[in-house]
């Protein structure tokens, strides 16, 4: 079984990511995928040369390059889960298993920033009109780029992330007991 996760910055991803590492998944993200490629390219880890990266990645290797590169790490592992995911295309290419559920984490965007800014990772440390900015930036309706509200429309289940993190536990078991 491979759980794919989706989501705006700062919904609760990783979280999700972890709860379900505890439960004996092997987890892989997506964004520490981007962060190898952009620190092999000298450049330090805040989010827009993150995206970059990304952008860069899909242009050059094609849209789903990311899964792709995650599935090569993953191998024959029987549970795993995907964080991060950010274009369409890493959906197609993950569903070509046919033991993929995607679940799309979703928080309203106050409760995410503050999130982003309490994490302190290297350059999430701006403004609330940055951080709007940056996610419009990561609403593309281009093939190469980050498309967070079509992969959103994309995911087999929503866990809406306002609460505790006991909260989202009890979500995630939720729909883990249904599979």
């Known amino acids: 079984m491979i759980i794919g996760l989706t989501g705006k910055n700062g919904a609760g991803k990783t979280e999700v990511a972890n709860y379900l590492k505890s439960?004996?998944?092997?987890?892989i993200s997506l964004s520490?995928?981007?962060?190898?490629?952009?620190?092999?390219?000298g450049?330090?880890?805040?989010?827009?040369?993150?995206?970059?990266?990304?952008?860069?990645?899909?242009?050059?290797?094609g849209p789903g390059i990311l899964s792709e590169l995650a599935l090569?790490?993953?191998?024959?592992?029987k549970r795993v889960v995907i964080d991060s995911i950010r274009n369409s295309s890493e959906i197609v290419e993950l569903r070509k298993n046919k033991d993929f559920l995607l679940i799309g984490v979703d928080t309203p965007i106050e409760l995410r920033y503050k999130r982003a800014v309490e994490r302190?990772?290297?350059?999430?440390?701006?403004?609330?009109?940055?951080?709007?900015?940056?996610?419009?930036?990561?609403n593309s309706g281009k093939r190469e780029k980050q498309q967070l509200n079509?992969?959103?429309n994309l995911a087999d289940k929503i866990i809406e992330n306002s609460?505790?993190?006991?909260?989202?536990?009890?979500?995630?078991?939720?729909?883990?007991?249904k599979l």
């Open 32 to 41: 520490d995928i981007l962060r190898e490629e952009t620190k092999k390219k």
């Open 72 to 77: 090569k790490k993953i191998k024959e592992e």
């Open 150 to 152: 079509k992969c959103l």
């Open 163 to 177: 609460g505790t993190v006991d909260e989202l536990k009890k979500k995630v078991d939720r729909i883990l007991s």
């Open 43 to 61: 450049l330090n880890e805040k989010r827009e040369n993150l995206i970059k990266t990304g952008n860069e990645l899909r242009k050059k290797f």
């Open 23 to 27: 439960k004996g998944f092997k987890s």
């Open 120 to 138: 302190e990772r290297i350059g999430e440390n701006i403004s609330f009109e940055k951080f709007k900015e940056l996610e419009e930036k990561e």
